[in-house]
């Protein structure tokens, strides 16, 4: 969680879109988590927490250098808020 201008800002989902997309990729790949590890540069354990959902303690900086390791182009896209919102949101969209 995040707080912003006095308003805490749960972040979670963004990590748990870009694990999930890690995850998808090592088994399309047919990556063994010592192959994926030596990839992305982190220990085996870390792969395999991050493949079981328990990606705490990997940032969403590590998990978008991981990705451009696993080949995948990340854009970041910022825009005003539609309508009447107070705050933006942040979303993980895969093409």
Known sequence: MTKTAGT??????????LAEKIGEIIR????TQQQAAE???ISQPKVSNLLRGNYHGISEIKMIECLNLLGVDVRIVMSHPSGQEAAGRTD???E
């Not at 399309?28 to 990556?31: D, E, I, K, N, P």
């Open 39 to 41: 990839i992305l540069s």
């Open 28 to 31: 399309q790949r047919r990556l």
């Open 8 to 17: 805490i800002v749960d972040l979670s989902h963004v990590k748990a879109g």
């Open 92 to 94: 993980v969209i895969a």
